[in-house]
């Protein structure tokens, strides 16, 4: 029998100083497993919301120019999510409802008139796809949907909207939303991660040899052939393997893809449970190989389920919401948050794409004109958007990319979590910024 | 080699999970007879009442009452574990027990609505969303083979081993077991005995929910806590069972273990650089392949040795007359359904275009389980096959109609064909088992392919275009409000169920039909006759299949896309529940449960009208297949799965009254 596997030093010395510097801080850390405690030593710590609400920002994302209550004609927006099965999201109907409360009571809404949400949720089946799309048409008070991310009845949605109205897209997954017809995605997601993970695993991270684990949900499969064919593309090594969506057995992947041997291990996880098992795999192999996981696993659940966040590199397409944050966005949607959103609501996971979006919607439909609201206007208004994103890159473009060209940016930042509440910033910034 | 033997450990513990099921499903079938492909939903339960209790609530079926506090791990496992021994005794005491005298199919059938039911228990309090389960075993990593191998899997192993070891002797060596074998063996030499088969089948179902529920909490950290994985885990523990022909609970252990083993090698070999990938993915659904050919060679291996326990009831399905009227039924229905089509909001318009969709899915059970008393549990499969070379051959080939939905009902015929070649070998429960693998392996390994499969979001399908004119869904049409789904589409789907339902209506009149009927009554008096037994039999899987075909054209259409979830397992339960409520063997039965189906006419005006959740709709399906089942006459008149093993009916006198002839205006009547 031999002990855990050990790097080759040529493996080690690939791995450059920044993976080391991560190891190190890595090492004698530990993550403390299976702690259910709400007072676990890192919930919530140094992460007291805001309570003063910057109105100025507030202004600026969402292009209001008025203040106070709203008080005029409701504005239908639609809300597509996926909530309920599997994969379910409910954070980002919270976080939209959220902003659109802010909206109605503090910057007069849209031109005056309240911004009221049609919620429709996809569960786990293509038929709730298609009934949304048809749901949405159906109302003609509705001349814009959001829609929050899908990796279920996207095709089935896409085929019964058919362009006929503009879909503002939170977060876009691979497959119809980065092509489909009249839809801005503000959020490029896993995608972004397509075009920005390699950037950062040569340049920030000089990685040569990637371990990739993902469970064998369709959607997620696609994220991680995406994800995995841009590393590849960039000349590095990329040893991926799959396991059975159920299952919260990550032990084995984990050895099947010698992520003991290689420089960074990239866990395709996008669920808390998912999150969760992977951060006990990680502990339990005593591997101190860096992680980097989605942003989507820097969430209160996962840190109320182990105790403090995991000790890995979280990427995101929206600022990291613990992280240090000078542009002010980040103190803006927490102050507003713990006033318009339920006690103890979630903040990460996909709440900040559902809070940005509606803001950016806000201003679409500023521009748009409020008064005489038509889909060709609001569709025209929704093409120009260029920001600012709420917690997003500083710009977007639409049709930058022709061949995703729903896609308003590809911009990823990375940030490493070293406990007790500490986070840095390893991208310095954005990375794969439109140009 | 060290790493072959390291991923034969690290599979133990999933293996331990088949292991303990396989075990349950032997502790089943030897104290009632039934193949309970419930087991792991009673797993499930159990996994889940621990955690409620660890959350400090107690799982009650429409309640979670607060307990003021989460218990301690002892306690809420043993108060998990009996709360699972409690739901195994009112299983038996429920539903069991009315199912002493039924034929294996319909207990198979009943316990697929219990599966059915306790799922929609789950996913109502809980949703579908995953869990993280709550660990009850301790220990850390062992190093050992260059990898490390967490100290869990090998308790979890340990304790699949002992159970099996102590049952083993229970039943050798204990009056509770000798007696339970006796009664296995022959249950009326039994009662002339003194012995209560009943009170044996009680204690035995108990034990076995308790094991269940026991494993299931044990091993509820290595899989994710939620309605689906732990209920399907029988599948592989199917196969475990089988090996161990219901009977030797150590062959069961072992083979479990060995299921997990062969699971975890089949990932592990996926990461070599020889093994075959699809478009550079690992292919999904690998194991579920395995299991699938694990369980076809067990059952053509031992398939005439497996204990046939009720085998040798002939009794009779309900009846299927054969219609007299066709033609003027027929032209009033499509006249309102039309005219529905027309002017109903566009909800619930959608909602009769699912329900067409689906009578014709329930047709293809009325030919199969209906007229010839066989159950697939790959139903939309077949569907899903059909939908996906539609798509395929579109996106591809640009081919549109009629020949993409030509050669996918073709496909789906074919496929129909090939799964049914087993039927030569393996009859009625058995087949049904065999089904129920072969879904799955498809639905995973198939659907979920990237590079033949659906892909990650669908497999997009463009609409049907004839001469200019969009006749799909997002089509236009001067009528109907102009919103999506076009009436025209409707009226399409209306046609090709009204088509379907007078070529079902007449097949059953047919000589074709009567001989379906004479199979279905008493397969040897069939045979007797001169009518080819295996020969109806595949020709029945063979139009079912291609009217499934059907229902996967219309299906993909529908969507403008093809998602392997619309055709996955759960689906055909719910399918095979709600035509058997609705009457498997009529074309009436077909309609009602069209109806009833998930997005039909019900669902809609359930969940937009009423504002109940569509799951009530699964929970409706489970328990309404169980009181079909065990109250309704017809419960004990489910056909044999196939002749007698020699040596056993002539000694046991069937415990039910067998019907004379099959009822209805037609009798059957054999060609000589």
């Known amino acids: 029998m ?49 309570t ?27 809300l597509i999510n996926q909530q309920g099965g599997p994969v379910s999201n409910p954070e980002f109907t919270v976080a939209a409802q959220a902003a659109a409360g802010y909206l109605n009571a503090e910057l007069g809404g849209v031109g005056g008139r309240p911004v009221k949400l049609e919620v429709c949720n996809i569960v786990s089946a293509e038929s709730q796809g298609q009934r949304c799309g048809q749901q949405m048409l159906a109302n003609d008070e509705i001349e814009l949907v959001v829609q929050g991310g899908l990796n279920v009845g996207t095709q089935s949605f896409h085929a019964t909207l058919a362009g006929k109205k503009p879909d503002l897209i939170a977060v876009a997954n691979p497959g119809p939303d980065v092509s489909a017809k009249n839809a801005f995605a503000l959020n490029a997601s896993s995608l972004a991660g397509k075009a920005a993970t390699p950037i950062f695993l040569d340049t920030k991270l000089k990685a040569r040899t990637v371990a990739m684990i993902a469970d064998d949900n369709p959607g997620n499969q696609e994220i991680a052939k995406s994800i995995k064919e841009g590393i590849e593309a960039r000349g590095m090594t990329v040893k991926l393997t799959t396991y059975p969506s159920g299952s919260a057995d990550l032990m084995s992947p984990m050895t099947a893809v010698g992520a003991g041997n290689a420089d960074v291990i990239m866990p395709i996880a996008v669920t808390p449970t998912a999150c969760i098992a992977m951060a006990k795999a990680y502990e339990q192999s005593g591997i ?68 940005a979006a509606v803001l950016a919607a806000a ?10 609201l038509t889909v060709e206007k609001v569709s025209k208004a929704a093409r120009a958007y260029t920001g600012p994103l709420l917690m997003g890159p500083p710009k977007l473009r639409f049709g930058s990319n022709p061949q995703m060209p729903a896609l308003g940016a590809q911009a990823v930042h990375y940030y490493r979590y070293e406990g007790d509440g500490k986070w840095v910033d390893v991208s310095q910034g954005w990375i794969n910024l439109p140009s | 080699m060290d790493q072959v033997i390291l991923f034969i450990l690290l599979g133990l513990g999933p293996g331990a999970l088949y292991a303990g099921l396989a075990q349950s499903l032997v502790l089943t079938h030897r104290g009632a007879g039934i193949i309970n492909v419930s087991a792991g939903a009673m797993a499930m339960w159990g996994a889940y009442t621990f955690y409620g209790l660890r959350e400090g609530h107690l799982l009650l079926p429409f309640f979670y009452p607060d307990l003021g506090g989460p218990l301690g791990v002892a306690p809420a496992f043993v108060v998990a574990v009996l709360l699972s021994a409690l739901l195994g005794a009112l299983i038996d ?89 006796a009664a296995q063996e022959d249950e009326a030499e039994a009662v002339m005995s003194g012995l209560s088969p009943r009170g044996l089948s009680l204690l035995n179902t108990t034990f076995a929910g308790a094991l269940a529920g026991a494993v299931g909490i044990l091993v509820a950290p290595m899989t994710q806590l939620d309605p689906t994985t732990l209920a399907l885990a029988v599948v592989p523990a199917l196969g475990a069972a089988l090996i161990a022909r219901f009977t030797s609970f150590t062959v069961a252990a072992l083979a479990g273990l060995g299921m997990g083993a062969l699971q975890s090698v089949a990932l592990y070999l996926q990461t070599l650089s020889w093994f075959p990938t699809s478009k550079g993915l690992p292919m999904p659904g690998l194991p579920d392949v395995l299991f699938f050919i694990v369980i076809a060679a067990a059952l053509m291996w031992r398939g005439n040795s497996l204990p046939g326990r009720g085998g040798h009831i002939e009794p009779r399905l309900p009846p299927a007359p054969a219609p007299r009227r066709i033609a003027r039924p027929t032209a009033i229905l499509v006249a ?112 979920h392919n990237p590079s033949w499969g659906a892909g990650g979001l669908g497999s997009p399908v463009s609409s049907p275009v004839v001469f200019g004119v969009n006749l799909g869904p997002s089509g236009s049409f001067p009528l109907g409000g102009g919103h999506p789904p076009s009436p025209l589409f409707g009226l399409i789907c209306l046609a090709v169920t009204a088509l379907m339902c007078v070529a079902v209506a007449n097949l059953r009149r047919s000589g074709l039909g009567q001989r379906m009927l004479a199979v279905r009554s008493s397969e040897r008096a ?79 005006i359930m969940e937009d009208y009423i504002g109940l959740p569509a799951d009530y709709l699964l929970l409706f399906a489970g328990v309404s297949l169980v009181l079909t089942v065990t109250t309704t006459p017809a419960a004990s008149r489910w056909p044999t799965a196939g002749p007698a093993r020699p040596g056993t009916d002539r000694r046991r006198p069937a415990p039910t009254p067998v019907e004379p002839e099959p009822a209805g205006p037609e009798p059957a009547r054999p060609r000589p």
């Open chain 2, 93 to 181: 005491v429920a539903v069991f027990a009315w199912l002493r005298g039924s034929a294996p199919l319909a207990k198979l059938v009943a316990s697929v609505g219990l599966l059915l039911t306790v799922q929609a228990v789950i996913v109502l309090r809980f949703g579908g969303t995953g869990q993280t389960a709550p660990p009850v075993l301790a220990g850390g990593g062992i190093h050992m083979f260059g990898g490390t191998v967490p100290a869990v899997r090998l308790e979890v192993m340990a304790i699949a081993v002992v159970i099996g070891v102590a049952l083993t002797a229970a039943y050798r060596y204990t009056r509770f077991g000798l007696a339970t074998r």
């Open chain 1, 2 to 50: 031999s002990a855990i596997p050990q790097r080759s030093p040529g493996t080690t010395r690939r791995s450059g100083l920044v993976a080391l510097s991560l190891a190190a801080g890595l090492i004698g850390g530990g993550l403390s497993a299976c702690a259910s405690d709400d007072s676990g030593p890192g919930a919530g710590r140094g992460e007291a919301a805001p």
């Open chain 2, 526 to 604: 069939a045979a007797a006759a001169g009518i080819s037994v295996p020969g109806i039999k595949v020709t029945a899987f063979v139009i079912s299949a291609f009217i499934m075909g059907v229902v996967g054209v219309l299906t993909a259409y529908n969507f403008g896309s093809v998602d392997p979830a619309n055709f996955g397992i759960v689906n055909t339960l719910v399918l095979i529940a709600l035509a058997y409520l609705g009457g498997i063997s009529v074309i009436k039965g077909a309609l009602i449960g069209g109806m009833l189906m998930s997005g039909g006419v019900a669902a809609t």
């Open chain 1, 52 to 78: 003063t609400i910057d109105g100025g920002l507030g202004r600026t994302v969402s292009g209001a120019a008025g203040s106070g209550k709203a008080t005029g004609a409701p504005i239908t927006l639609g």
């Open chain 2, 336 to 447: 309102i359904g039309a005219v529905a089509l027309l002017v109903l909001p566009f909800d619930l318009r959608q909602g009769f275009v699912n329900t067409l969709i689906a009578v014709i899915a329930c047709l293809s059970l009325v030919v199969l389980t209906g007229y010839v008393g066989q159950v697939s549990l790959a139903q939309f499969a077949f569907a899903g096959l059909s939908g996906l070379v539609v798509s395929k051959l579109g996106i591809h080939l640009g081919l549109g109609l009629p020949w993409a939905p030509l050669l996918g009902i073709a496909a789906a015929a074919l496929f129909g064909l090939v799964d049914v070649l087993p039927a030569m070998r393996v009859r009625g429960v058995h087949l049904a088992i065999l089904t129920l693998a072969a879904a799955v392996a498809l639905q995973n390994f198939g659907f």
């Open chain 1, 363 to 372: 201003k679409i439909l500023h521009a748009a004109g409020p008064d005489r």
């Open chain 1, 288 to 355: 101190k190989i860096p992680l980097s996981a989605s942003g989507l696993c820097a969430s209160d659940t996962v840190r109320k389920a182990l105790g403090d966040l995991p000790k890995w590199i979280f990427s995101g397409s929206l600022l990291n919401i613990h992280a240090p944050d000078p542009t002010g966005h980040v103190a803006f949607y927490r102050a507003v948050m713990a006033r318009y959103a339920p006690k103890g609501a979630e903040l990460g996971i996909n709440a900040p794409a559902g809070f």
